[in-house]
């Protein structure tokens, strides 16, 4: 793994929130990604570096994007509508409805990523539904991210107590086997 100079270092299980955040920049990372290069790629088979970032992607979607929204869905968003935190209720239930949204748009934009580097290329259809599947993803993220972190994410921070961090950096690790 390549080490950024002066570049923050990720969060660790004490820092839940933290943790959370660090997984926002690497979904915006790897979207961008996606969104790149089926722009780029039009009309034409996927060369090596644009494939392995899209198998890099693709993958991370498939297996590091569920346990992201299963943090949130059951160790963060329980605590806070447990803590009965005004105006949050709403806000959760629309972040949970945008985890099925944007789960069903992974898997078709997967499927379409697939295909393009099974068959060598990808109908013009193909091309014209994945590339609106991205932008939907990069709309979807956008107003996702911003919610969570500039009112759900403080108001976690404000609400939580340092045993209900504790107790959600725990779930983190036992989630991913750790």
């Avoid at 080490?3 to 790897?30: N, T, V, W, Y």
């Avoid at 996927?46 to 979607?61: I, K, N, Q």
């Avoid at 014209?128 to 599947?133: A, C, G, M, V, Y």
Wanted: net charge negative; aromatic share 6%; glycine share 6%.
């Amino acid at each position: 793994m390549a080490i950024q100079i002066g570049a923050k270092p990720d969060s660790g299980f004490d820092d839940p929130i933290g943790m959370l955040k660090d997984c926002h920049r690497r979904i915006e990372r790897f979207l961008d990604i996606l969104c790149k290069v089926v722009k780029q790629a039009r009309g034409r088979e996927l060369d090596t570096e644009e494939r392995r970032a899209v198998e890099a992607a693709l993958a991370y979607f498939r297996e590091s994007g569920p346990r992201h929204n299963l943090d949130e869905e059951e160790s963060l968003f329980p605590r806070l509508l447990c803590r009965q935190v005004p105006a949050v209720s709403d806000d959760v239930h629309r972040l949970e409805a945008e985890h099925r949204e944007t789960k069903a748009l992974h898997e078709e934009a997967d499927r379409l990523y697939s295909k393009w580097v099974a068959e060598r290329g990808l109908a013009t259809d193909d091309e014209s539904q994945l590339l609106s599947i991205t932008e939907q993803l990069q709309g979807i993220y956008g107003g996702h991210i911003h919610l969570e972190e500039d009112v759900i994410f403080p108001c976690a921070a404000h609400a939580l107590g340092q045993s209900d961090l504790t107790a959600i950096g725990a779930e983190f690790k036992t989630r991913r086997g750790l």
